[in-house]
């Protein structure tokens, strides 16, 4: 089997696993998304016709996987992605009547006051999500009783706790490894708000092997970049699952 075909796991992610690695590993922008939100979404209630939020969306795959596994309408809100791109991702999967591409900063957001049922954020809250004011901020637009869930790179262990970013991390990662808290600092930094009652927080069971099969397959499916991949390789396997994983968040506002 290859590094690709590893990429289909039934048993773990059966509703990910009906897509084709290749035309997830097109839209790469970091380890598998859907992996994540799948195993997110196992403590989320998503129902068909809720408005949802997808944070930091990327090229759209998270947004194509919310549509058509929970029915849901989804806003794809990006910084980086251009609407235009992400559209033509969306039309080209048959969801662009329920998905709508945004370009938006994510601390200057264009929606209206508790607008959404539900906000997810894949593998991006660790770039504008770690202040102390911004869950509070986020939940403006997300009615009472609403949903908010996020995944992100973590470590087990707390940088502060170790004294240092392990060198092994630093090497590749530099300082964006301080934003790679346990789920532990993520339950205080969102419970300490007293805005939301918290309903998960936990790593990933097999995050560091999701994101280690992930490198390799992009290292199998793009070999111009083959460098950056084996790089990334090296520094998962030295750390063998010590540290490196996913925190999943979810919370529901008060």
Known sequence: MTAIEDLVCPERYPLSSKYDPAWLLGLDMGPNPLWMLEDLARDLELKPGMRVLDLGSGKGATSVFLAREYGVQVVAADLWIAPEDAAAVFAEAGVADRVTAVRAEAHALPFGKEYFDAIVSIDAFEYFGTADSYLPYLLRFLRPGGQVGMATPAMSREVRE??????????????????????????????ITKQVDVICARLQE???QDWLAWERACAEYRPEKLAEYLARIDVLNVDGGELLSFALLAARKR
């Not at 170790?162 to 969102?190: K, S, V």
Request: no cysteine; aromatic share 24%.
């Open 162 to 191: 170790l004294g240092a970013i392990p060198e092994h991390i630093e090497r590749l990662f530099g300082w964006e490894a301080m934003a790679w808290h346990t789920p532990e600092w993520w339950r205080f930094q969102w419970e």
């Open 206 to 208: 097999h995050g560091w």
